[in-house]
């Protein structure tokens, strides 16, 4: 088998670490696998070096940051392979220009557009055990570009469809995938299986186990996706098309504190205000999630609100005071102390059910609502940030998902 | 003009430092100048990374080595490059892939086969600043290779012979080259012209101003070198061709504590052997400084010595009890206690009395010599380590090195 095995930066930050993982790799390769591993920055490396840069200069470029920060993968990755080679492995690193990763040409945010497998086939049938930087690639100018936070999450997902691996396996400091944020809501449990579908709606609500990106990857290019965890030899949880084991009205409670909501009052209400709007966002590359336009009042005043990441608040803010006059609004408000908490389950979409049972459980928990977004397996909504763990407990605990329930 | 300029690790250790240094450069642009800059990783970046690799295994790999390495120097042109586009300038950080550096394939120890200017050129007309990592290169894998300790001079001198640049300025933390150590001999004085072939001895003997490579290829390319000081305004001090203007017998004094003495006890007196000690010692990368062969015994025995840098005394006492049955030798001794003292001046050839006042002074400083090595413009002799600082001012004293002097 050829497997791709991906490590977060906790698995491998500090000496003790790195050994732990080169003992699983050299394992995977003792089986008779190809393994070739992709691996983040050490620990909090990366955090390091932007507060390095932000010492410097509080706005750095993009590009000048991407040449930064994609040492910290390179510096895992050669360690790594000293730490093979010390067990009595043999390894090799390679960084995204030795690989050939190409991406789109936006620094901080670039998308992969081709991998060359040839290096790594070559050095794979030296018997190497190949390491790749993750989170990293090279654009068309032969300049370093970075996926993104989690984008080593994509680089791995990328990797095993390009090189047709068997199993793509991503290491984290977790179980799996669980029913609800564990530290949170002391019943979550762990799945054994779910959908590409379901685990889209949980990574794009934050529950921080997989990079978004890397499920839409592994979705497009069938990847067997499984999540486990570097510390434990529990079988992790497997990602992948179908799910008719544990197919569950809901398979998981996510929550999301990196929200912030903005309010534009008093925008007048004629037709393409509101489109007019998100394609500022978009250009400023701010993604929008929730958005809650109300109806117009007596003086033909309308009132609309989103909500985005809090690390988009400044550009957001910036842009819209930009165009104001040009938008037409009275003024904006905003609000850091709110969070989302959603629902996801592929047993949803034919189940009206779910939404009211929901709306209880916050109910009852004595929980304000906010806004309200639904998808066709997801339920969000927005509370304050305050009561969202609360929030999370009362809601794991209407749906029972404590308890395995396969219908 | 084109000048190319290079920056040390002390030079760049902080963010202070690094806005000096970016003041610099902007103002060599301001004076109209296209400005290429190499720099070196920051403070002790090199050495911690080095310690955190011995950390996972004491014998890493010279590739996984020089992989890791090579971050040092990508942080601190991105950082640089943070830090001019924060004072308003225009810059543009690159790694050695980026550029084109091509090196020989021997990792560590790499040598500079080809630069590619084009980036460089399209950057400079574009209105950048170039930055560039020194120390490194990629051999014809494409994998990154080190110029070994000190390489970011060569890289620095490579590229304004590659770019024919009009002058390469070293930027250090001394004022230039100076006839002896300030911080041995009080008074030590910094010189305003040293030629090629002075600063060659000097370098190759630890004088820690410039790299011994760097003046080599200087030298072979006729690139003007300045040596100066990032911290202060002082000139200076150029290397270049001819020095007819300050022709000295003896331009300086140079002490080197990094020295080991091997002796080879009771030899067998046959033709070859010294040969084959000095092909093996090649062939392990070890440099052999000056060697004594005492004339053979009544047993046809003899006794060879000859000194190497303390670094790679563990590899050339393990190479030579490796082969001690071939090489027939009784035993090995090693000394590490013993250091170098030298004069060097491009007067001296041509000066027969310049030995014998050397011998003279360390004499009357009651010192003792156990080995002499000489060139042409150069004597070198090996004291003890304890010595060595009193050598040195008792030396530059008698050449009255503290004054003036053309001849």
Do not use: W
């Amino acid at each position: 088998m050829l497997i791709v095995q991906k490590y977060g930066g906790s698995s491998v930050a500090n000496p003790e670490r790195v050994f732990n993982v080169a003992k699983r790799i050299m394992a995977a390769q003792a089986e008779g696998n190809d393994v070739v591993v992709v691996l983040s920055a050490q620990g909090k490396t990366t955090d390091g070096l932007i507060a390095k840069a932000k010492e410097i200069n509080p706005k750095p470029s993009r590009r000048e940051m991407d040449m930064l920060l994609a040492t910290g993968e390179q510096q895992s990755v050669a360690l790594m392979a000293m730490a093979i080679a010390h067990l009595g492995g043999k390894a090799i690193s390679l960084n995204a220009a030795q690989v050939g990763i190409t991406t789109t040409q936006n620094y901080s945010n670039a998308r992969i557009r081709h991998i060359n497998t040839e290096r790594i086939m070559t050095e794979l049938e030296n018997g190497n055990i190949v390491l790749v930087t993750g989170f990293q690639g090279i654009n068309q100018f032969g300049d370093l570009t970075t996926l993104g936070r989690g984008g080593s999450d994509t680089s791995a997902v990328a990797l095993a469809a390009a090189l047709d691996a068997d199993i793509c396996e991503i290491y984290t400091d977790v179980d799996g995938v669980f029913t609800a944020d564990p530290r949170v809501v002391p019943g979550a449990r762990k799945l054994d299986v779910i959908s590409y579908d379901e685990m889209l709606e949980l990574a794009s609500l934050g529950a921080k186990v997989l990079h978004c990106r890397s499920v839409e990857l592994a979705k497009k290019y069938n990847v067997k996706l499984i999540v486990r965890n570097s510390m434990s030899d529990d079988k992790g949880t497997e990602v992948k098309e179908e799910c008719k084991m544990e197919r569950m009205l809901v398979s998981g409670v996510a929550t999301d504190k990196n929200v912030s909501r903005i309010s534009l009052i008093g925008i007048e209400n004629v037709p393409g205000k509101a489109f007019e709007i998100f394609r500022l966002m978009a250009k400023e590359k701010v993604s929008v999630d929730i958005i809650l336009q109300d109806v117009g009042n007596a003086e033909n005043k309308q009132n609309i609100s989103f909500t985005i990441g809090e690390e988009d608040l400044d550009i957001a803010l910036k842009a819209l005071d930009k165009n104001r006059a040009h938008l037409g609004f009275e003024r904006v408000e905003h609000d850091e102390t709110v969070a989302k908490i959603s629902i996801v389950g592929a047993g949803m979409a034919t189940n009206p059910g779910i939404a009211s049972m929901f709306f209880e459980a916050l109910y009852d928990a004595g929980i304000n609502i906010h806004m309200i977004s639904t998808s066709e397996i997801k339920i969000t909504v927005l509370v304050d940030e305050n009561d969202v763990d609360e929030a999370a407990r009362a809601v794991h605990d209407k749906f029972k998902l404590a308890s395995v329930h396969a219908e």
